[in-house]
């Protein structure tokens, strides 16, 4: 049974309006990959675009299994318990490079949360796209901001080599990481670390406390040994418990301090133009491969082409030029 569908005002009036129903479906016909749903996806997002940007946009990462879930969760109550905030989280969830299909599973990670009307929880599907992150999870970001929501809390699959693209989204980057878990210093890719704004030990909880503590010491050395941002920004380096909630307050400390002096220094203004030019650079890539793949004939000269390669009658180089000419 297909959805309803609204007209481009219904879409715009129900987001501004707060409607978190119509918030999820505009999102979903912003993700949709059917080509007759782009142009009203594009009215949307032009239509709620001036609506948007004033939020705090923070991404969060971290290894499968370092409790991500469980920290926005308690970041996210904080907010709306203690400081009376209204809090959208972006969590994309890995896709099955087999089946394309997703587990879609954080409403169930963050009951408690989700069931909050100050809240709004919207899993995605990574897709395969690159960076930890979905392909539209912009427009997502954009969307969440114009029905009124001010923090933006974007949680990636998890810590990879291309893991860094939510740091081009976002104006806070902060870093879970776990103690005991091995060598701290191994399978963290410098690039990571070279760009977090807070790094934080969470599971500091229980008889987890001291090597949490250690952990920390141990990575507050380590990101000494590397320059002075040019924001000038020094990252904190801390301990949490997303279970019990200790740290969680500091934290949230932490990234406002970290957006008044970005403000007060300019960088943040030039980070978000930064943001800007990203998305465009994203969307040329998006609608030249769209244009590529609805060439009439394409899928099937691409077929063919794969196989001649596969078979070495065409070099990769070759084949991709002839497709393209």
């Known amino acids: 049974m297909s959805r309803p569908r609204h007209s481009a005002h219904e879409y715009i009036d129900g987001v501004l309006a707060g409607d978190r129903a119509l918030l999820a479906r505009s999102i979903t016909l912003v993700e949709s990959e059917s080509p007759h749903d782009a142009p009203l996806a594009r009215q949307v997002i032009e239509g709620c675009l001036p609506h948007s940007g004033r939020s705090i946009r923070v991404g969060i990462t971290g290894i499968p ?3 991500k879930s469980t920290f926005i969760e308690s970041l996210g109550k904080h907010l709306i318990d203690a400081r009376g905030a209204r809090v959208a989280v972006l969590s994309v969830d890995p896709s099955s490079q087999i089946s394309g299909g997703s587990i879609l599973g954080d409403k169930t990670r963050m009951e408690r949360l989700g069931s909050d009307e100050r809240a ?10 690159l960076g930890g992150v979905g392909r539209h999870t912009r427009e997502a970001i954009l969307l969440c901001e114009a029905a009124g929501f001010g923090v933006i809390l974007v949680e990636t699959v998890g810590v990879g080599q291309s ?35 807070l790094l934080a030990i969470n599971k500091a909880d229980g008889d987890n406390i001291a090597k949490a503590e250690r952990a920390r010491r141990e990575y507050a050395n380590a990101l000494h040994l590397f320059p002075p941002a040019d924001d000038g920004w020094t990252p904190p380096t801390v301990t949490c418990s997303g279970l019990t909630g200790n740290g969680v307050k500091e934290i949230w400390e932490a ?24 998305w465009l650079r994203d969307l040329i890539t998006q609608t030249l491969e769209s244009e590529f793949q609805s060439r009439p004939g394409i899928e099937a000269r691409l077929k063919e082409t794969e196989q001649s390669v596969r078979q070495g009658a065409l070099n990769p180089v070759s084949a991709a030029a002839q497709l393209f000419s």
């Open 255 to 278: 990234v406002l301090e970290h957006h008044r002096a970005m403000q007060t220094s300019g960088h943040f203004q030039k980070r978000r133009e930064g943001q800007a030019v990203d």
């Open 120 to 129: 709004f929880i919207r899993p995605s599907p990574a897709r395969g796209h």
């Open 163 to 197: 893991e860094t693209a939510v740091r081009g989204m976002t104006d806070f980057f902060l870093l879970l990481l776990l103690a005991g878990a091995g060598d701290e210093l191994q399978g963290i890719k410098r690039g990571i670390l070279e760009m977090v704004d």
């Open 65 to 67: 299994g370092v409790g």
